[in-house]
């Protein structure tokens, strides 16, 4: 989470939501793929910190489904997100603070609680969740005063 955290500050600096997102390799502790938040950046509104870390992801592997890989990142998926989680057969989701907004995962939708959901991850959330929400907290309050 703390590769997560560091990727979400990268992505304020950039003007970007600070979202962080990290795949690691459980087996061997390899940083797999990591990515910040970049929609803004890179004109695209899939550019979810998740989205870009699975991309990268898939395209290092060789292969779409990284199945045994764990996901890590600063705030809970969207439904977008989840839904590119489960098609890309994820095996767990770890992430900091929930949203009651836009999340997905135990928040709103509980994408992977619907019936249509092929693949559902293991969750763990919470973690570091209060450092998650201050970047978040801060990085809107100087943008909405």
């Not at 592997?61 to 839904?83: D, Q, S, W």
């Not at 603070?97 to 959901?117: E, H, I, L, M, Y």
Request: aromatic share 4%.
């Amino acid at each position: 989470m703390r590769i997560a955290l560091e990727m979400a500050q990268a992505a304020a600096e950039a003007g970007e939501a600070p979202i962080g997102a990290v795949i690691v390799d459980p087996a061997t502790g390899e940083v797999v793929a990591k990515a910040g938040n970049a929609p803004i950046g890179l004109h695209d509104p899939t550019a979810h910190a998740e989205i870009l870390a699975l991309r990268e992801a898939a395209r290092l592997r060789g292969n779409y489904r990284l199945t045994g890989l764990t996901l890590v990142v600063t705030l809970e998926p969207c439904a977008m997100c989840a839904g590119a989680i489960s098609h890309a057969r994820i095996g767990r989701v770890v992430f900091g603070a929930t949203d009651a907004k836009g999340g997905a995962v135990v928040s709103g939708a509980r994408f992977f609680a619907q019936p249509t959901c092929h693949w559902r991850p293991e969750v763990t959330g919470g973690v570091l969740a209060e450092e998650g929400a201050a970047l978040l907290r801060s990085f809107f309050r100087a943008r909405r005063p």
